[in-house]
């Protein structure tokens, strides 16, 4: 028998299970996420950028790419994941953010020497590159340690990434008012500060199977629309009627609530977990837990002498012969497999092109004539319909593939193809279209996400997912700097270039090459939309080419895991005592 605890021991080791369950991890990650995307708020600063330096728009692209090639290349945080706990990454992510930045805001504040173009470049690769390390070391590892609801765990994560630019936008605001330069600071320390106070929390953690899970989820999911309502309401009456600085802090403190209330769900469900814990541990049943230490050091032992005669095969040797979709990977047959192939053409297309539309708002807005005010109300619009496509592609496609087992891969293609109606409202400039246009392509952009990162993680299983998924991530800034930089950087200068010259201005060293009307951006987005609609053909022979694995039950592995180690844990305590004589004794035969 166990003795009762004492009613402080009891709220102490319930406090213990809070901050040390997975829920309260996912909570975190929550936490850490909502400030990460802010990548997706160069739109904002970048003007205060081309003015400070004076820099044309072919530089402020080429800065854009850099960017976006710092965000998504994660390889290096993806390999130091592979050998190092979670919060190694997240360490040197946090690092990473507040130097890049930082040094940002030092050379357009003036405070500095006027850094050279490499400079800037190498600045913002810097401090964009920390959102891949955030992502790998708390996004990767939520995905570990909830392998069956892997869907709505991306969705979710993802979705508070596509919030965070409106987060950040009503914070800053409140703090700073409209001084965009304070910005860029801002998102130098705040993602920085958020990491290093939740390192030890992101962490492996031994799977457990909840049948509740996927409502928890739900909570959590509930409780971010809420979170989106309410921004896309501020946004709407900011819009309409303008808000001070002081209702911009009212507006942020409830922002603040709605980010912390998620822990009322950790506190539920741990407390949930604690109180069947403690029914285990007070039951009268005899139960040897000792038992258990010996029989699964004994297996592993036994498992690795039979091992030491098999050797393994060289991954080189076996790289062009993968196992089944489904099964693990390894990198090198992962990254030669034409799925991969495929998966990162249409990545490239679809990513690339919304991507260039999101960093160009700014400038966008201006040749078309809105106010710069309006700018942040793109932006903000972008942020919140990227939850949203992230939210909607994570949670709907798991429940399509569950219930109907439909296709990720299908969904793809559907978003690649809404996206092409969002790049021709912006190349033929219709009436009020900026705003549909930004709905559509923060729609697109964030539902693109999660169904490439759910897809390599079925395709090409869970063993080496830290590298693979920021594998996958390196489509975004190829497609950026093919789209953005060489078509829609380039076309904007050539166009800028012939209205000075018609006009008679020549054009100072150090000053901003502007462009004015609806041929500055025409152009490119109808090159966008055909590039997009090639990836909308090319994720086609994904789907054709994965359909009969998405008709099997691509789980069922992880079920059977799980059932097995409840099927371990539930086993009689004398079933488990006499397989532990049992293997003693054949110990001592040996």
Same mark, same amino acid.
């Given at each position: 028998?166990?003795?009762?605890?004492?009613?402080?021991? @009891?709220?102490?080791?319930?406090?213990?299970?809070?901050?040390?369950?997975?829920?309260?991890?996912?909570?975190?990650?929550?936490?850490?996420?909502?400030?990460?995307?802010?990548?997706?708020?160069?739109?904002?600063? @970048?003007?205060?950028?081309?003015?400070?330096?004076?820099?044309?728009?072919?530089? /402020?692209?080429?800065?854009?790419?850099?960017?976006?090639?710092?965000?998504?290349?994660?390889?290096?945080?993806?390999?130091?994941?592979?050998?190092?706990?979670?919060?190694?990454? =997240?360490?040197?992510?946090? /690092?990473?953010?507040?130097?890049?930045?930082?040094?940002?805001?030092?050379?357009?504040?003036?405070?500095?020497?006027?850094?050279?173009?490499?400079?800037?470049?190498?600045?913002?690769?810097?401090?964009?590159? @920390?959102?891949?390390?955030?992502?790998?070391?708390? =996004?990767?590892?939520?995905?570990?340690?909830?392998?069956?609801?892997?869907?709505?765990?991306?969705?979710?994560?993802?979705?508070?990434?596509?919030?965070?630019?409106?987060?950040?936008?009503?914070?800053?605001?409140?703090?700073?008012?409209?001084?965009?330069?304070?910005?860029?600071?801002?998102?130098?320390?705040?993602?920085?500060?958020?990491?290093?106070?939740?390192?030890?929390?992101?962490?492996?953690?031994?799977?457990?199977?909840?049948?509740?899970?996927?409502?928890?989820?739900?909570?959590?999911?509930?409780?971010?629309?809420?979170?989106?309502?309410?921004?896309?309401?501020?946004?709407?009456?900011?819009?309409?009627?303008?808000?001070?600085?002081?209702?911009?802090?009212?507006?942020?403190?409830?922002?603040?609530?709605?980010?912390?209330?998620?822990?009322?769900?950790?506190?539920?469900?741990?407390?949930?977990?604690?109180?069947?814990?403690?029914?285990?541990?007070?039951?009268?049943?005899?139960?040897?837990?000792?038992?258990?230490?010996?029989?699964?050091?004994?297996?592993?032992?036994?498992?690795?002498?039979?091992?030491?005669?098999?050797?393994?095969? @060289?991954?080189?040797?076996?790289?062009?012969?993968?196992?089944?979709?489904?099964?693990?990977?390894?990198?090198?047959?992962?990254?030669?497999?034409?799925?991969?192939?495929? =998966?990162?053409?249409?990545?490239?297309?679809?990513?690339?092109?919304?991507?260039?539309?999101?960093?160009?708002?700014?400038?966008?807005?201006?040749?078309?004539?809105?106010?710069?005010?309006?700018?942040?109300?793109?932006?903000?619009?972008?942020?919140?319909?990227?939850?949203?496509?992230?939210?909607?592609?994570?949670?709907?496609?798991?429940?399509?593939?569950?219930?109907?087992?439909?296709?990720?891969?299908?969904?793809?293609?559907?978003?690649?193809?809404?996206?092409?109606?969002?790049?021709?409202? /912006?190349?033929?400039?219709?009436?009020?279209?900026?705003?549909?246009?930004?709905?559509?392509?923060?729609?697109?952009?964030?539902?693109?996400?999660?169904?490439?990162?759910? /897809?390599?993680?079925?395709?090409?299983?869970?063993?080496?997912?830290?590298?693979?998924?920021?594998?996958?991530?390196?489509?975004?800034?190829?497609?950026?700097?093919?789209?953005?930089?060489?078509?829609?950087?380039?076309?904007?200068?050539?166009?800028?270039?012939?209205?000075?010259?018609?006009?008679?201005?020549?054009?100072?060293?150090?000053?901003?090459?502007?462009?004015?009307?609806?041929?500055?951006?025409?152009?490119?987005?109808?090159?966008?939309?055909?590039?997009?609609?090639?990836?909308?053909?090319?994720?086609?022979?994904?789907?054709?080419?994965?359909?009969?694995?998405?008709?099997?039950?691509?789980?069922?592995?992880?079920?059977?895991?799980?059932?097995?180690?409840?099927?371990?844990?539930?086993?009689?305590?004398?079933?488990?005592?006499?397989?532990?004589?049992?293997?003693?004794?054949?110990?001592?035969?040996?």
């Amino acid at each position: 028998m166990v003795a009762a605890s004492s009613p402080g021991g @009891s709220m102490k080791s319930l406090a213990i299970q809070i901050l040390t369950g997975r829920w309260f991890m996912f909570f975190a990650s929550l936490l850490i996420m909502s400030t990460a995307g802010a990548t997706y708020m160069f739109g904002i600063y @970048s003007e205060d950028i081309k003015q400070a330096l004076g820099y044309d728009q072919t530089t /402020i692209n080429l800065l854009s790419f850099f960017k976006d090639l710092g965000g998504n290349v994660g390889v290096l945080g993806g390999l130091i994941n592979e050998v190092t706990p979670p919060w190694v990454v =997240l360490f040197i992510g946090a /690092i990473l953010n507040f130097f890049g930045y930082f040094m940002i805001w030092l050379a357009v504040t003036k405070r500095i020497s006027e850094p050279q173009v490499w400079h800037m470049c190498l600045y913002i690769c810097i401090g964009a590159n @920390s959102q891949s390390f955030a992502n790998t070391g708390s =996004l990767v590892t939520c995905v570990k340690n909830f392998p069956e609801s892997r869907g709505v765990v991306l969705g979710v994560l993802k979705g508070y990434v596509g919030l965070s630019g409106a987060i950040i936008t009503q914070l800053f605001h409140a703090l700073y008012g409209e001084d965009t330069k304070s910005l860029i600071l801002m998102i130098g320390w705040l993602p920085a500060a958020i990491s290093f106070a939740f390192l030890r929390t992101i962490r492996i953690m031994k799977v457990q199977r909840q049948i509740n899970e996927l409502k928890v989820f739900y909570n959590f999911l509930y409780i971010s629309l809420g979170l989106a309502t309410f921004l896309m309401v501020a946004i709407i009456i900011n819009k309409l009627s303008g808000f001070t600085q002081s209702e911009f802090g009212g507006s942020a403190a409830v922002v603040i609530v709605l980010l912390l209330l998620p822990i009322i769900v950790v506190f539920l469900e741990e407390k949930k977990l604690w109180t069947d814990k403690q029914v285990a541990l007070n039951d009268p049943a005899p139960i040897n837990v000792v038992t258990e230490e010996p029989n699964s050091k004994d297996d592993d032992e036994d498992s690795m002498e039979e091992e030491k005669g098999v050797e393994t095969p @060289s991954c080189w040797t076996t790289m062009f012969n993968p196992p089944e979709r489904g099964d693990d990977y390894t990198i090198l047959q992962a990254l030669f497999s034409v799925d991969m192939l495929i =998966l990162f053409v249409a990545s490239i297309c679809g990513l690339g092109g919304t991507l260039t539309a999101i960093d160009n708002l700014g400038q966008i807005g201006i040749s078309l004539g809105y106010p710069r005010k309006s700018i942040s109300t793109f932006v903000s619009l972008v942020s919140i319909w990227n939850y949203f496509g992230r939210v909607v592609s994570g949670v709907v496609s798991e429940i399509f593939l569950i219930k109907y087992k439909f296709p990720r891969p299908v969904m793809l293609t559907m978003i690649l193809f809404l996206s092409c109606a969002g790049h021709l409202l /912006i190349a033929f400039n219709l009436p009020g279209g900026l705003y549909v246009a930004s709905v559509i392509i923060g729609f697109c952009f964030g539902a693109q996400w999660p169904l490439l990162f759910a /897809i390599i993680s079925e395709i090409f299983g869970l063993k080496y997912y830290s590298t693979l998924y920021n594998f996958g991530s390196v489509a975004s800034p190829i497609g950026s700097y093919l789209l953005n930089v060489r078509v829609a950087g380039y076309l904007y200068d050539v166009e800028a270039d012939r209205q000075n010259k018609l006009l008679g201005i020549i054009r100072k060293k150090g000053e901003d090459l502007s462009c004015i009307g609806t041929s500055c951006f025409k152009l490119s987005f109808i090159i966008i939309t055909a590039v997009t609609f090639f990836g909308v053909l090319v994720s086609t022979v994904l789907v054709i080419r994965t359909r009969k694995f998405y008709k099997s039950d691509i789980y069922k592995k992880f079920r059977e895991k799980a059932l097995a180690a409840e099927m371990e844990m539930a086993a009689p305590a004398s079933a488990r005592s006499t397989v532990a004589e049992e293997k003693k004794d054949d110990v001592k035969v040996k």
